[in-house]
């Protein structure tokens, strides 16, 4: 067993009772801050005066577990100083003013047209603008207008002056959506509110020596300058000036919008009627004109005298060949035919002639309209030749290369349709330009019915072109004149003789010495290239279908 320690007495002047064996902790014990913004706490607690295991006189009461004592106090942090708020200002209210708050409730004194909330604030503002000035005992509250017949007059100015006015004098602080604020009869005194004057002084744009001018932003030459510097020094009329200009523009707006000026303009167009013109004009002849206004039925000719008319054109074409007449009247009678909603056999017939008109002076866009116009009336029942220009479109897109509106002619063709003569040649010139057969399209050109071979001229040079790069290919190192004569259709050969000049040169053309003349192909192919390329590269600006 081990030695036995015996309990150490207590001191005198205690009682027999249990004390703690442990000293006084190492540390000091702090509590924990919870902010920044408010200081240590400022407890009390006396630091315990014993140490080295003395204890106060008192008894102390035995726990079953040791507990701190409790944290030292710390010298705690300054507060901050807090700003002190100015006191506020004691408003005194007048009698008058309260009479005045009254007389503006009096159901003898309300309007309909102005809610109450507007009239609390409408006096709200004039008594605190009246207070802000000290005039609360200055003004006469008794003649002093109603809130309500403020917001009266407020309405009354926003709607007579235009937008652009009002924006004038919006004040900084308020949107440029909200009413011009009303000021009372003392605001006067005092005021703070933006002129237009001071906007022109102010504003940024027109900072400087010259005020932001367009003429001072300009520079002048030296005598010039010197007149608008002398013009500039006295700056009180400038101002003066200014203030006069702006007053009448502002008269001229404010008189255009009472009424004051009367436009004494009046459309000499009848207005137009819900039904279609019909026509009383007895003229053969009438120049065409443009539609700017509905038209007046005593410059439109009814149908009798439109088949009249195209009779005598048709008379005049032939005797006299003038394309320009013929053109205007033509474009005179559609015009006509137009107006008064004629659509007929007569309406297809008008418009045959003037596109085979058109295309024997190769008025390709002319031609156009007028086929464009015969397909609707096709669809419509009306009779014509309908085959005959079913054929002339085929040959039309394929001289503008419209491969897309080609397919759909094509896929709108019947059996029947097929089988026509022009209809027919015209599929063959497609297939043998598809497969570049240029042999079987010469013999086509040679061969074309009706006016199909108007359109063909329109796109048979580049076809020779190309015909001409292919026997260059073909045949080395030349070849007979008389041969690209007769393959490439020319009436002579002096015409394919000039032809090949024209896009190839004189060297490539040689006369041997029994006088037949060859083609150098060789020396022929590159410049037969580049007019073949320039010949496929241009467009149609005419318009397509």
Known sequence: MGPTWQPVPPPPGTSNTMAAPYPAPAYTPVQVRQTFGQPYPTTSQPSPPYAFGLYPPHSITPTASYTNPPPATMNPAPAPAQEMEPPKKKVDWPISVRH?????????????????????????????????????????????????????????????????????????????TRPVAYSPPYANSGSKKRKSSDLSESAPWRAGNGGGRLEDRVSFTSDRGQQQQSAQEPAAPATTSAKSKFQKQLEKRQKRFDGGYKSTYRSPSPPPSTGPVVGTCQDLEKRYLRLTAPPIPSKVRPEPVLRQALEHVKRKWKSEQNYNYACDQFKSIRQDLTVQLIRNEFTVEVYEIHARIALEKGDIGEYNQCQTQLKALYQRGLKGRETEFKAYRILYFIYSANRTALNDVLADLTPAEKKDAAIKHALDVRSALALGNYHRFFRLYNDTPKMGAYLMDMFVVRERLAALCNICKAYLPSVPLRFVTEELYFESDSEAAQFILDHAGREVLVEKDDGDVIVKTREACRPFEAARAAAFGRIDIKGQI
């Open 100 to 176: 005045y708050v009254q007389r503006s409730f009096l159901p003898a004194n309300m309007d309909p047209t102005v809610t109450r909330e507007e009239m609390e604030a409408k006096l709200k503002e004039t008594i605190t603008q009246a207070n802000i000035k000290d005039l609360m005992f200055s003004v006469d509250w008794s003649t002093m207008s109603l809130p309500q017949e403020m917001i009266r007059e407020e309405r009354e100015r926003s709607r007579k002056l235009p937008q652009e006015m009002r924006q004038l004098h919006i004040p900084d602080n308020m949107s440029p």
